[in-house]
């Protein structure tokens, strides 16, 4: 879920503050910090070329719970690709695909009952510019998506009440990413996840832009 300001209000850390201050007021165990990093890569390709095997864009996220894995979102052609984290130096090498702008999701963790959330800001490398407020919600018992829809919406809506009585100007949303197109099954994986941020990702800038 990534937050959306009010119309003429603007992000900033205060509100973060205190939806980490509504997690605690549900009784929400800190559980110490995580982060995911993303990086949006473009192709290198010193010649034009008409190939669509080509992907002219990748997402590369390496995960919080997952550092030794790096993970590709190919978007044009609906793939979430896995791979070795050594993948990265691969690619400076062979020079195929540039780093252009790299992403820091990054917060603190939380345990409440069967549920982990992870709530945190969205900032470029190597700056402190807040570029948005997200907050992920995992339902420990169940792996099965379908399964567990209809208790992550019931938790969707008590957060959004209790959110609600802060008076914050702006609210969550959430977005869910379109798996099947991806050839993800029922069985939620890290590259569900990966998923997620990559979509997540795309509502950030939308927001921004608009």
Same mark, same amino acid.
């Given at each position: 879920?990534?937050?959306?300001?009010?119309?003429?209000?603007?992000?900033?850390?205060?509100?973060?503050?205190?939806?980490?201050?509504c997690?605690?007021?549900?009784?929400?165990?800190?559980?110490g910090?995580?982060?995911t990093?993303?990086?949006?890569?473009?192709?290198?390709?010193?010649?034009?070329?008409?190939?669509?095997?080509?992907?002219?864009? $990748?997402?590369?996220l390496?995960?919080?719970?997952?550092?030794?894995k790096?993970?590709?979102?190919?978007?044009?052609?609906r793939?979430v690709?896995?791979?070795?984290?050594?993948?990265?130096?691969?690619?400076?090498?062979?020079?195929?695909?540039?780093?252009?702008?790299?992403?820091?999701f990054?917060?603190?963790?939380?345990?409440?009952?069967?549920?982990?959330?992870?709530?945190?800001?969205?900032?470029?490398? =190597?700056?402190?510019?807040?570029?948005g407020i997200?907050?992920?919600?995992?339902?420990?018992? $169940?792996s %099965?998506?379908?399964?567990?829809?209809?208790? =992550?919406e019931?938790?969707?809506?008590?957060w959004?009440?209790?959110?609600?009585?802060?008076?914050?100007?702006?609210?969550?949303?959430?977005?869910e990413?379109?798996?099947?197109?991806y050839?993800?099954?029922?069985?939620?994986?890290?590259?569900?996840?990966?998923?997620?941020?990559? %979509?997540?990702?795309?509502?950030?800038?939308?927001?921004?832009?608009?």
């Open positions: 879920m990534h937050w959306q300001p009010n119309p003429g209000t603007t992000l900033n850390s205060q509100i973060l503050t205190e939806l980490c201050q997690v605690e007021g549900f009784n929400g165990v800190k559980d910090r995580w982060k990093a993303m990086t949006f890569y473009r192709a290198m390709s010193r010649e034009p070329t008409s190939s669509s095997d080509i992907p002219r864009d $990748l997402l590369g390496v995960l919080h719970d997952h550092p030794s790096y993970f590709f979102v190919l978007r044009v052609h793939l690709v896995e791979a070795d984290f050594s993948i990265q130096s691969i690619m400076e090498k062979l020079q195929s695909y540039k780093g252009r702008v790299v992403l820091n990054e917060g603190f963790q939380y345990q409440l009952g069967d549920f982990k959330l992870r709530v945190g800001k969205c900032i470029p490398a =190597l700056s402190e510019t807040l570029r997200m907050m992920e919600v995992e339902y420990l018992p $169940l %099965s998506i379908e399964r567990s829809r209809p208790l =992550l019931e938790f969707f809506d008590i959004q009440e209790t959110v609600a009585r802060k008076s914050l100007p702006g609210h969550f949303i959430h977005i990413a379109n798996f099947a197109e050839g993800l099954e029922d069985h939620y994986t890290s590259q569900h996840t990966a998923l997620q941020y990559a %979509s997540c990702m795309a509502q950030l800038m939308a927001s921004v832009r608009n």
